[in-house]
Each structure stands twice: as C-alpha cells, then as structure tokens.
C-alpha cells in the first residue's frame, strides 16, 4: 500500500486514541473533526466527573469507559487494546485538550508506510509550536535529556502525545505506569523493541485550557519518581 493509497482510501483502518477526563468542555468539536475525516475514534472516559462520555458519544465516537480515573498511561493502552481488537492497522494516540491538530495525522500514517517504521513520534521542535510558555521548553528539554540517557533514543521531543504506530508496534506496547510517566515508560518500550521509529513534524498548539491542565513543576517530579521506582522493582 502507497502513501497516496492511504489518502484515498485507508482512513477506516486508522483507530484514533484519546484519553479524557473531565474534557467535556472541549471535547466535541475534537471528535467532531475526527470524524468529519473519517476516522475511527475511541475515548476513553477515564472516570469523568463530567459529561466528557456523553459528549463523546453523541459526536460520533466509540467510548470505553473507566468506573474510577487510572490515568492517561491507563486510559491509552485501554484504548490500544481496544482498538487492536477491532482489527485496526494503524493506531494513533491524540489528546483530548485541544493541542493537536487532526490535518497532521496523514503525515504520521504516511511516515510509517513511505519509511517502514513501527512508531511515528510527533515532535513540536522539528515543527511547530504556538504559545510554548518558556518554563515548559526547559521542562521538555529536560525530558529529551532524561530519555536519552535512559533508553538511547536520540528524539528532539519526548513527552509530545501525538503518535502513530503500525498494529505490530501498537501490539509491543504494555503501559504499566498509569500517571504522566507513561511516556517516557512508551519510549522505553520503543527502544525495546528492535522496530523502526521516525521523528514527523507537527504542530502544537497551547491554549489557556490545554495549558491550565498540562504539567507543572511537581507533575515532574513525581513522574521522576515514578519512574525511578519502576527500575528499582525490576
């Protein structure tokens, strides 16, 4: 299958990925534009207190839903399971706060059919991105760091949840840590697996809300924590 087979007839075998909690706010016209593409959706109400599963289902997505809130590592490989099960060829993961934009998922799908990789990584740096506060830059910079040292893996960008992977990557993966760390514990799981990953450029756009819900300074911290546990139990 070429790229511009993709283009023209593929979208029904792409499964999008989102995990929510307490996105009713934004959520719609996400899912909404998703759709309008043609794409497969799957939300994942990770134990909202709102109406995020309502307003999911009534956009048009498949929604999966999480009695109690596990966490976004949780939610995502709930939602990967899923979608594997419904026969997907490609996965890919978006988030729910309205920083990614549907227009650069093709580059993603594309990326891995045009340069036989298992996993697309979304990075802001080789693209885009609007409205980047700086103490966020030094906060990613420090994860591109952490990872490098770490797994080996040499990306400009680490914690940036715009993914796409082939059903052979997406069957690789096992997220066991439920909070933030869970993309750092994804790309180690990349680098054990043997497949090809590419870096694709995509745009992030941060807004008062997505900025509002992202990481602070102890969201950090604690991911470190979490993940330096993770190694001592192995």
Known sequence: MTSKDHKKS???????????????????????????????????????????????????????????????????????????????????????????????????????????????????????SRGMPLGRWFLLQAAVWFTRVTTGLRLSDTHNGLRAMTREGASRLSLRQNRMAHASELLEQIAASGLRHVEVPVTIDYTQYSLAKGQRLSDSLAILFDLSAQKLHR
């Open 10 to 128: 593929n979208t029904q075998s792409i499964w999008i990925v989102i995990a929510a909690f307490n996105e009713a706010a934004v959520l719609s016209p996400i899912v909404t534009d998703l759709m309008r593409r043609s794409y497969r959706v799957v939300v994942i109400d990770d134990g909202s207190h709102d109406a995020t599963g309502q307003i999911a289902f009534s956009a048009g997505a498949t929604v999966v839903t999480h009695t109690v809130n596990l966490g976004q590592g949780a939610a995502l490989q709930t939602g990967i399971k899923f979608a594997l099960q419904q026969g997907a060829d490609y996965v890919v993961t978006f988030d729910a706060d309205g920083q990614h934009r549907p227009s650069d998922i093709p580059r993603l799908i594309d990326a891995l059919i045009d340069r036989d990789a298992a996993y697309a990584l979304g990075s802001r740096f080789l693209g885009s």
